[in-house]
């Protein structure tokens, strides 16, 4: 690590301590001319790929599940909180699952709805209807049907 006093490279660590949830926070000392300095560092993964139906790809975002997600949950009694953890759950096992490949969008759209189930039946319901691109009522029935039988 090189001193942003000095610009000796020649630093040694006092103290290490997690910052955050994914964050080290170390405390230096230069050896060259003693003066002290905290560096923050940061585990950096790769970023996973969504594969979608016309094969195309396209980086994962976050924030464009978590649009839809709130976008079927609106006015039902889940709060901003139990979505981010949704969210940050979803993230997590997609890491774990595709490390570095790329990820079918379908199975993320049938991670969000199987935790939606868990969640908020009537969101779950909402979010399935855009998923599967119900045309009519009795597709949706349809899908009404099936999640019953799956609980």
Do not use: W
């Amino acid at each position: 690590m090189i001193c942003p006093f000095c610009r000796d490279n020649d630093t040694k660590v006092i103290d290490s301590r997690p910052s955050g949830a994914e964050a080290i926070r170390r405390r230096r000392e230069c050896l060259g001319c003693g003066k002290r300095f905290t560096t923050y560092e940061k585990v950096e993964t790769a970023p996973l790929k969504v594969l979608k139906r016309d094969h195309s790809t396209e980086p994962f975002d976050r924030e464009k599940a978590r649009a839809g997600v709130i976008m079927a949950c609106r006015k039902r009694p889940v709060t901003l909180a139990q979505i981010d953890e949704l969210i940050a759950e979803l993230e997590a096992d997609l890491l774990e699952e595709y490390d570095r490949g790329e990820v079918p969008s379908r199975f993320i759209g049938d991670q969000i709805l199987e935790a939606l189930k868990r969640l908020d039946e009537v969101a779950a319901v909402r979010f399935a209807s855009v998923l599967h691109g119900f045309e009519d009522v009795r597709e949706f029935s349809r899908g009404l049907e099936l999640m019953r039988r799956s609980r």
